[in-house]
């Protein structure tokens, strides 16, 4: 066996420690290699587009609950959303023109629960809004309003909606989403939307941009249960077939 001489270890140890030295302080020196920023992630960065598209609506559609935040424009309207949900039904706020409601559902049962400046505005009768104040209204499942509003309560159903780009599909590179590492994904370079889809632990969604300036979503708390509770009798109000007209 031939002796390796002192001088060409001592040379490569100092090229090894002078390459984690380029790697650690972002120089770039010709012979060492970038850090991987696929390291110690669930791996779909190094998934084409369309196959990381399908694991992120796969992880969201199995996952029991997630929080779901921003906006959503809709028929020229802008609902500001703030819900939890769950495959049992959900609970939070919606706010549209400058009217703020919120919505439950438990099951198929659909509440809406807003001011009298709601109701005031909804038919115009001051009787009625005072006995609409403040109540979880039950919305009857053939009211216009069930079909319009019972999809922002409705995980699978706005999910499905929401989690899907445009046009052809491309990876975006490595970013960061409220601390937590994501690929992005883009539809038609970003006319068709933007998706950032975590590099931590499942590949859920964290962040939506809607192509065609349709709103931006944010998702949060996957797999955290919540409760929803069937509001008091005192505290709720059958308004009967139809709800008043919007």
Not at 74 to 86: A, E, F, I, N, V
Request: net charge neutral; hydrophobic share 35%.
């Amino acid at each position: 066996m031939t002796a390796i001489p002192r001088s060409r270890t001592r040379r490569a140890a100092w090229a090894a420690a002078t390459c984690v030295l380029a790697v650690t302080g972002a120089m770039a020196l010709t012979g060492c290699s970038s850090e991987d920023p696929d390291a110690g992630t669930n791996g779909v960065g190094k998934l084409p587009a369309d196959q990381i598209q399908a694991k992120t609506r796969d992880a969201a559609r199995t996952a029991p609950a997630v929080h779901l935040s921003g906006t959503v424009v809709t028929s020229g309207r802008t609902y500001t959303l703030d819900m939890q949900l769950k495959a049992e039904g959900g609970t939070g706020s919606v706010t549209s023109d400058g009217a703020t409601f919120r919505l439950l559902r438990i099951g198929r049962q659909l509440y809406l629960k807003a001011d009298a400046g709601f109701w005031n505005h909804a038919d115009g009768s001051d009787g009625a809004a005072g006995k609409l104040d403040g109540k979880y209204v039950k919305v009857p499942q053939g009211d216009p309003a069930y079909k319009k509003f019972s999809g922002f309560t409705d995980k699978d159903v706005l999910l499905d909606g929401l989690l899907t780009l445009h046009g052809k599909l491309a990876a975006d590179g490595h970013h960061d989403e409220s601390g937590t590492r994501t690929i992005r994904i883009t539809g038609d370079t970003g006319s068709g939307g933007t998706l950032d889809v975590s590099l931590e632990g499942k590949p859920y969604p964290l962040r939506l941009v809607r192509g065609g300036s349709a709103g931006t979503l944010s998702f949060s708390e996957w797999g955290k249960d919540f409760t929803v509770t069937q509001p008091a009798a005192s505290d709720t109000v059958d308004y009967g077939k139809q709800l008043p007209t919007s």
